[in-house]
T-cell receptor
């Protein structure tokens, strides 16, 4: 059974810092991995999708990497802003989608 | 372009009452999903539908039923609500034709409280 974990569970940083969120999964037989952002009381917004054959994807200040053999992905956020404050979830797609519990990020002005 | 629309957005029920959560998509995606989100537990799959007319159980199907009557709509029914079903429910869609490398798209959720 696929299991997905995310470290840290919560993170608080001052504005302007670069930061890394981690996602680990137990079964490397996946088609892709997706990073989402969730604001309080809202749904999930897709940030980046990395196909199993890819090593990384970039969108603006976000860069996501995937090491399928070791079961790890990282989401790198450059020059963090208060507007980045949200919960970030990763999900792997194999037989179905399996989500991690999320990392709650607070960026302090 | 509405994407994935869930109704209602909020609902309070008494134990034993029944209700149906509705989900409609205009993205023409084959697959649709129902998840519940509880604090500290991430999203857990309740049921999914790979195509019109088919449904399958997910990780936590007990106490729920679903119906996929057409490609656009996928409903989730609680026949006899229990306090343990208090949660936020999300509907999602996914295009599964061709390569399985398309993102999932989510509705805004239904916040359900059962007293």
């Amino acid at each position: 059974k696929q299991e997905v974990t995310q470290i840290p569970a919560a993170l608080s940083v001052p504005e302007g810092e670069n930061l890394v969120l981690n996602c680990s999964f137990t079964d490397s037989a996946i088609y892709n991995l997706q990073w989402f952002r969730q604001d309080p009381g809202k749904g999930l917004t897709s940030l980046l999708l990395i196909q199993s054959s890819q090593r990384e994807q970039t969108s603006g200040r976000l860069n996501a990497s995937l090491d399928k053999s070791s079961g790890r992905s990282t989401l790198y956020i450059a020059a963090s802003q208060p507007g980045d404050s949200a919960t970030y979830l990763c999900a792997v797609y194999g037989q179905n989608f399996v989500f991690g519990p999320g990392t709650r990020l607070s960026v302090l002005p | 372009n509405a994407g994935v629309t869930q109704t209602p957005k909020f609902q309070v029920l008494k134990t034993g009452q029944s209700m149906t959560l509705q989900c409609a998509q205009d993205m023409n995606h084959n697959s649709m999903y129902w998840y519940r989100q509880d604090p500290g537990m991430g999203l857990r799959l309740i049921y999914y539908s790979a195509s019109e007319g088919t449904t399958d159980k997910g990780e936590v199907p007990n106490g729920y039923n679903v119906s996929r009557l057409n490609k656009r709509e996928f409903s989730l029914r609680l026949e006899s609500a229990a306090p343990s079903q208090t949660s936020v429910y999300f509907c999602a869609t996914h295009e599964t034709s061709g390569f399985s490398n398309q993102p999932q798209h989510f509705g805004d959720g239904t916040r359900l409280s059962i007293l």
